[in-house]
Every structure is written in structure tokens, then in C-alpha cells.
């Protein structure tokens, strides 16, 4: 006997990788709609956001707002924060980082259109990667706001004009383009070059979201 009422049953996607290179991972389906709903909820009732000057090209990087002193412990429950291990854990693997996990302190971005972040690299731990969740409630193609990144480390991009924006250009890697599709998860290795492209006039007022933090191995 069948025992269907009729009523929907809400399918819940687990994380899933989505494509990778040599040095970034990309893993969509984080979090359960639910989750991410709440999660949204929280960040704009709850958490103080302020100016962050960039550190890398002040002058044409915009204002970017920044929430730091926030956990994952305390910012999202245990079923989300399982997720969240999940999917870095699938990021790493492909990394070649089979213990990869995410530390528990981490950043919330906000990034208005005409703001993004020049060439740079993160430095730190040569075995070390950072983190990336998009959680704004919509974004387009044509926003802007993508992460771009040579997938090679920084060591084989040629030092000849000591001048970063000249020097990529003979840079061995391609350029990869990663879109910050809302409830995507982003694992890349530390000492890459990358950049965020400046959010787009389209976008009006909406604004490119984001977690940051590391990722230890």
C-alpha cells in the first residue's frame, strides 16, 4: 500500500564538486536552502559591518565592507558547519589535501558595485589554502564580482619588470574565472595570484556576499 499523501517532499542536495585545476577547487550546494536562508538572516540583523581599505590598490579598489571576530562555532549551527567541513574536505581532496578542514574563524564581505581587489597573492603557508562561500541572495553574469586566478604558484610566474601587472602577463597558467554563484564554495591554494573583478554598475544595489577564512592541512 502506498502511503504518499500527496504533499512535496523537498529534495536536499548534498555539496557537490562542481570543476577544479591545480591549485582552486570549486564545490557548489554548501548549504541546505534553509541554512542559507538563515545565514543571510543573521548577517544582515545581527553583524557590524565596516569600510575596509584594500591593501592591495587603495586608490581604485573601491570600499568593501568587512565583518570580522566572527566563528563558524557561533555563526552557524552543527548540521550547516557539517556541511561546510564537507565541502572543503572535497575541495582538498582534489587539492591533493586529504586532511584539509576549515578553521573556525573567518570573515563576512560585502562588496557594492565599482569594488574589487587588485593582483595579489595571500603569502602564508605554502601548504595552506583559504576559503570562499558566495551567499548573496541572487547574482548575474553580468555583475561582475568573479574570482580570477593564474593556476600556477606564484614562483613560476617570471619576475623580469619587478612590476606584478606587467609579469603576469608571461605568466605559465591559464587564467582561470570562477562566477560567485550563490551557495558556492571556493578551496584555493595559497601563493596563487588571483584578483576579485570589481562588482559591475548592473548590479544596482546588489551586493557581492561572502565568508572568508583558511583552511588548514
Same mark, same amino acid.
Given at each position: 500500500?502506498?502511503t ?14 562542481a570543476?577544479?585545476?591545480?591549485r582552486?577547487? $570549486?564545490v557548489?550546494? =554548501? %548549504?541546505?536552502?534553509?541554512q ?9 540583523? #545581527? +553583524? &557590524?559591518?565596516?569600510i575596509?581599505?584594500?591593501p ?7 570600499s ?9 562555532s557561533?555563526i ?8 561546510v ?29 565599482g ?7 595571500d603569502?602564508?603557508? $605554502?601548504?595552506?589554502? =583559504? %576559503? ?12 561582475g564580482? #568573479? +574570482? &580570477? ?17 606587467k ?7 591559464p ?20 584578483r576579485?573583478?570589481?562588482v ?18
Amino acid at each position: 500500500m502506498s502511503t504518499n499523501s500527496g504533499s512535496p517532499v523537498e529534495s536536499v542536495l548534498p555539496p557537490e564538486m562542481a570543476f577544479s585545476g591545480n591549485r582552486y577547487a $570549486v564545490v557548489d550546494n =554548501v %548549504f541546505t536552502e534553509e541554512q542559507l536562508q538563515a545565514i543571510l538572516l543573521r548577517e544582515r540583523r #545581527e +553583524l &557590524e559591518f565596516s569600510i575596509s581599505q584594500s591593501p592591495v590598490n587603495p586608490l581604485f579598489d573601491g570600499s568593501p565592507q568587512r565583518s570580522s571576530g566572527q566563528y563558524l562555532s557561533s555563526i552557524l549551527d552543527d548540521a550547516a558547519r557539517e556541511r561546510v567541513a564537507r565541502a572543503v574536505s572535497l575541495a582538498g581532496r582534489s587539492l591533493s589535501m586529504d586532511a584539509a578542514r576549515p578553521y573556525d574563524q573567518i570573515s563576512f564581505w560585502r562588496y557594492p558595485q565599482g569594488c574589487g581587489l587588485d593582483w595579489h597573492d595571500d603569502g602564508g603557508d $605554502v601548504g595552506g589554502a =583559504v %576559503f570562499i562561500i558566495y551567499i548573496s541572495p541572487e547574482w548575474r553574469a553580468t555583475w561582475g564580482g #568573479e +574570482l &580570477e586566478l593564474i593556476d600556477s604558484p606564484v614562483d613560476d610566474v617570471p619576475c623580469q619588470f619587478w612590476d606584478l601587472s606587467k609579469d603576469l602577463m608571461n605568466a605559465p597558467g591559464p587564467r582561470i574565472c570562477v562566477a560567485p554563484r550563490p551557495n558556492r564554495l571556493v578551496v584555493m591554494k595559497t601563493s596563487t595570484f588571483h584578483r576579485l573583478r570589481a562588482v559591475h554598475a548592473r548590479a544596482g544595489d546588489s551586493l557581492r556576499q561572502s565568508i572568508t577564512g583558511f583552511v588548514s592541512s
